[in-house]
Structures are given as structure tokens and as C-alpha cells.
């Protein structure tokens, strides 16, 4: 019995905190962030000279084999750096569905342009009448030649901004919101009858709401088939998205008790107050809570012995608990360092908004607690 | 990272499991579920866990302990509770005897040891006072030195089953000094002596467990006094932080939510099974999603303990955490019942479902004591401030 990260998990984790270190102060965060791009390319290639990149992917394509607690381990890491550069939408999404996609020739070419930083990709899958169920679509994908015609429109696609090849989830078959009859198709993103209307997000994320008219992609999954490797990539997206929210909570709970270390009021500083102190505890726990979720669902997910149906009880469990927890950490972080929580200047407000736009996406608490509540109870 | 326990573990799991299986018969558990004689009924059981060695968990081997590791000690009672059976009655065997075993000399370890293994004496619990609650270290019952004996005047309060306890370890001050945690001592007194009164307290469960114990010139013989005279803080201490880790409840917490979740699907909400009110629903998960980070919390405190680490404000939090799933699980547990959870009656139920209903009841009533005992858990907010936020 062992919750602990492996000594390789703990250096790969050391060299991402050197990093940031020295290069990754929040003012130096916030030269990518505030420029036109929205990140450091700069950056971002460190992370490829790095290695971090190759982390997600096979060793057959070039990468370097990690489990899903290899990813966790790094997007923790991430977490408490608030790193901006849009390392999730291309490797966990984008990369994500190539490593699942049946055509090998394709897989090839592009993983190792991921992996050394020099391809920027995108999954357009969501829509604006669909909220967070992926299994809404109604864009269409229809046969023409050798390739496919695809119309429809995707909303809040991360990464969007800057993308150059997309994989579009369309409908080559069934009802609107049927499971099966989905497939996955790669499109240029210049190519014509696609139109990119990008905009940021408050987390500082470059996205777009993507028009598709007639634009041709090629298809890269069985035909309407795409629904297991959509279910594979969103559960590791879960599972990474909730570590990177445990490297934020822990972050915001650091910062803020060291600020009511420092704050005087009454002459005396604010952390003697009792009233705060057994708040700060609330958020401590907090954090454990989610920490310990989070180690839990990990190390459950890498075990053989562990059914479907339990891996998806403790995903969703794991993101109901991380929204939950999540705000309240953000909030009595605000809260705590009362009219300075609400400047730009100081950096708990980033870390907050990057918590809520986690909290956002592919679902919300209630979601997933609902599905928790249908799996688990509903007879 | 992984949850595996050892093939030697495994086995002991095994072991375990097929002795409560035998162990705790239909006929002892009908007898538990009673709730009469209970004196009579722990004892039966404490015997039988005795006669297989299993009874004292926490002790090592020399003193007729299991001699366990942490983990041995995890899976005996996750396995104690998956079985449904009743804990024991811990003021002998894991508060008192400990003390006895780590500060005692070779005499008190002869004369109390075994009479604790054999359930003959039955202790209770003398810290709390009328003036010294969470503030444990205002108490001030006094022992006074007279001859070979000390004079012991004062009073003790929210003392579990005093009425039926043959002993009592008591933190006395036999000192006055400028920290008030110097010059209390750590005494055994027999509830016999003369000058004990008992006056019972009857609690909101409609039950008596709780009491008054008032000492008037309480004369006991010094060679009852634990370790040296003025340093009985640090023994209890040590204790305190033992009675801190058996707290968190996370077999019993999902033993209960079995039950409710069994219930519910037997009640009916309008025209519907309980179980598929989605407000039904969410109240349980948020339970059971609370519950499910509780046990990795546990495994992970446990796993530091396996590697020799010693808890610290860990076992805060799991206090914590623990006692407010258990309170919650007891209220939704009351209304899963319905209107059965307000019965007084003991016996003669009209059903199953009376008597669980009375059942939670009392769960509910007593169980807030749970936020309140062992250091409440204003204090345990308390201690993670300071020991480790640094506050």
C-alpha cells in the first residue's frame, strides 16, 4: 500500500517546480498571458525541450509511456504554477483522440509535431444547444469522394484560438443525441468552410466558437464508432483537469494563510482571529478531501482489478467533490484577503478564475453528481 | 501509488472474516440489537474475542496483546463492522490499559492487565469536569498526600457507564505550579472506596450512560498512582492521541450507508421508490462522495503509520471529517424511517422497521455527542491551526 508518487513521478514533478521557479513567477506568467497570443511560445518549446510533452503518449508514437498518474502528476504541478500555455487542449484532448484513432499513417506523422512543440491542435466536439452532454451532436459529416463533408457548429472549443489541425466529433449516423453513429474527422483549420471566431476565456484560455460549412476532413476513427475513445480521452481529461484544481486549491490555501500572517487590522495580525483560523482549517480540509480523492481515483483507475462501473463512480465522485471544495477554497480565499482579494494584482483571483473554469468544463458539480446519483442509486 | 495489501494481509483478511462469521452468532446479535443488559451482552462478547486473542488489538505481545500491525489492526476493524459487530467497550482495554502498560510498574501491570483481558473489571473514565471540559487542564479535583494514601475531593462529570464500573482512572492535581499541566497526576481508584457518590445523567437519547461521580476525602492507596506524582498530563496525552485515530468511523459510516441505501429502496416518496428522488438522491451522495474521501484519507494516514511515521493533526481531521458523516448519516437515516425514528419503545415493536426507527433515534440523540467528546471539534480546528497551518 503506497499513495505516494514514484521517485520518478516526484523528479519529473521536481523539474516543473524548478521552472516555474525561475522562470514562472506570476508577473513573468503574466508577459505570455497578457499578449496577443495568450501564452509563451517560448515557454511552451521549454516545455517540449523539457520532455513534459512526450508524457501522455505511447512509446510506439514517441512519448514516454505515462499512466494517468504520470498526468496527474504533471497537471498538479501545472496547477500550482497556473501555467497558461495550452499544454491540456493539445495533449490531453487533441493528442488524446489521435493516440485513438485508427488511422496509423496520421498518428505518425503528427504525434511527434505534438511532442516537440511545433504542432498546435484542437477537438472541436461540443455545441451550443448541447451544454455538457458530448453526445449531443448535430453537426453532420456526409461522404464526398474520398473525404468527408462536414457541417455545424462547435462552441467554446479550447485551444481553438490557435490551432492548426482540428478533430471534429460529427454525426454520421442515428438521432441527435444517440451515442453511437459518431465519428472523428481531422480538419484543417484554414481550410475553406471553416470560419474561427476566437475569443479568451477568464482563466486566460484562447478558444473559439468554430463554424463548419462544408469544410472537408478526413476521416481517422471507425465510422460511427467514436464514442469509446471520446469516453477514454474525457475520463483521463477528468482525472487531469481535477489534479490540476488540486494544485490550485493547495496554492490558494498556502497564499492565503500566509497573508492573514502579514495583514494587521484591530493591531494585531488577522491570523490570531479564531473566527478566521477555523475557517482556514475548513479550507485545509478541504483540500485534503480532494487531494485524497484524487490519489484515491488514480489509484483505482491503474488497477486491473477495477470494473468500469467503479472507475466511473469514482471519476465522477472525484469531479462532484473537486467543484464542491474547489469554490470553496477559491471563495474564502477572496474572502480572507478581503478588498485585495478583488484586484488583478495579486494572483489569487487567476488562481480562482482558472478553478471556475475547470468547474465549467465538460461539466459542473451537479452533473456529475447526477451521474454519480443515476449509476449508483437509481433502480 | 497502489491499494494492495500484502498476500499476508490478504490471508489475515481471511482469517478474520471467517471468525466473525462464527464468532458473532444470530443469537448474540439479536441479544446486541436488544440494547438490554448491556453489561452482561459486552462481556459475552469481549470473552469470546478474549478466547481467540483478539480482544486486546492495541497491546503488544508481551502484555497478552495481538501484538498487530497498523494494518492488521485496519482490516480487523473494517472487517468488525462489515460483520455488524458491537465494538468493545474501550475505557478498559484501549484507554486505561495502555497508560497501565507504558507508565506502570511490573506490580500495576500483574494486579490489572489480566483482570482488563478477562472483562472481571469494568473501568470507567475520570477527566472531565464541571469546570473543565474542552479546557481539560482547569480541572481541580484534588489529591491530597496523607500517610501512605492520598485524600481525593472533587468531581467528575460525562463519565460513561460509572454505574456499572468497578474502577475509575482519574487525572487529579497534586500540584499547583505555573503551568497548569504540571501537577496533575494520573490515579486508579476503586469505585468501592467510600466517599463515591454516583448521580446518574439522563441524556437526550432517553438513556443512561452518562454520570456525576463526586469524591469526598476518597481515600486511596499511593501505590495506585501511575508514574511519578505530577506528570499525569503527559500520560494522557498519549492517550488522547490514540483515542483520536479509532475515531474517524469509516467502517461504520459505510455500514449505515448500506442501510440506508437498502431502506430507501423499500420506502416509497409519493408515488415512487425513495431511492429515485433525485433530492433523495443528492442528499446521499453527498454523503457517500464525502465518505469515499474519508477512507482514501484514512489509507493514506494509515500508510504513513505503516511506514513508521507517528499521526499527528491528521487524526484532527479525521475526527473531524468522521464524526460529521456519521451525524449526517444519522439524520438521513431518521428520515429514510420516517415517523418510526420518533419512538421511545425499546421492545415489542410493531416491526423491523419500528425498531430501526427507534433505533436511529437514538443513534441521532447520542451521536452529537460525537462532535463533542474526545476534544470537540471546535478544539481539533483548533490544534490543525496551530500544528499545521502555523496559526
Known sequence: MNFEYSEEQNALKESIVRWAQDNYSFDQRR???????????????????????????????????????????????????????????????????????????????????????????????????????????????????????????????????????????????????????????????????????????????????????????????????????????????HVALSAEAVGLMSVLNRTTVEYTKTRKQFGVTISSFQALQHRMVDTFMSYEQAKSLLVGTLVELTDDRTTPERASKMVNALRTLIAKNGKHIGDEAIQLHGGMGLTDEMNIGHYHKRMMMINLMFGDGDFFQQQFNQEAYAS | MDNHFSSADLEFQQEVRAFFKSAYTPELQAKVESGEDHKSVAIEWQTKLNDQGWFAVDWPVEVGGTGWTPVQKFIFETERCEAGAPDVVPFGVKMVAPVIFTFGNDEQKKRFLPRILSSEDWWCQGYSEPGAGSDLAALQTKAIKDGDDYLVTGAKIWTTYAQSADWIFCLVRTGTFEKRQQGISFLLIDMKSEGIQVNPIHSIDNHHSLNEVVFDNVRVPKENLIGAENQGWTYAKALLAHERTSIAGVADSRRWLREITDLAKQQTNYKGKLIDDPLFQTRLSDIEIELMALEYMELRVLAKLSSGETPGAESSLLKIKGTEIQQSLQELRMQTIGAYSGSLHLDNFESDLHRRGSNSRRAYMYGRAATIYGGSNEVQRNVIAKAVLGL
Open chain 1, 31 to 237: 508577459v505570455g498571458a497578457d499578449s496577443d497570443n495568450g501564452f509563451s511560445q517560448d515557454h511552451y518549446n521549454t516545455f517540449a525541450e523539457l520532455g513534459w510533452l512526450s508524457v501522455p503518449f505511447s512509446e510506439e508514437n514517441g512519448g514516454y509511456g505515462g499512466s494517468v498518474v504520470d498526468i496527474a502528476a504533471v497537471m498538479e504541478e501545472f496547477g500550482k504554477a497556473l501555467v497558461v500555455e495550452p499544454v491540456f487542449p493539445n495533449l490531453i484532448l487533441f493528442g488524446g483522440l489521435l493516440e485513438r484513432s485508427t488511422n496509423d499513417v496520421i498518428k505518425a506523422d503528427l504525434i511527434p509535431q505534438i511532442i516537440d512543440g511545433s504542432l498546435m491542435g484542437a477537438v472541436a466536439m461540443y455545441e451550443p444547444q448541447a451544454r455538457f452532454d458530448a453526445s449531443n451532436i448535430a453537426t453532420t459529416a456526409t461522404e464526398a469522394g474520398d473525404t468527408y463533408s462536414i457541417s455545424g457548429h462547435k462552441s467554446v472549443v479550447l485551444g481553438g484560438a490557435h490551432a492548426k489541425k482540428l478533430i471534429v466529433v460529427a454525426r454520421t449516423s442515428g438521432a441527435q443525441t444517440d451515442e453511437d453513429g459518431l465519428s472523428l474527422f481531422l480538419v484543417d483549420a484554414d481550410a475553406s468552410g471553416v470560419e474561427v471566431n476566437a475569443y479568451p476565456l477568464m482563466d486566460g484560455q484562447q478558444v473559439a466558437d468554430i463554424h463548419f460549412n462544408n469544410a472537408s476532413g478526413q476521416l481517422i476513427s471507425d465510422l460511427g464508432n467514436a464514442s469509446l475513445a471520446i469516453g477514454e480521452v474525457l475520463a483521463i481529461a
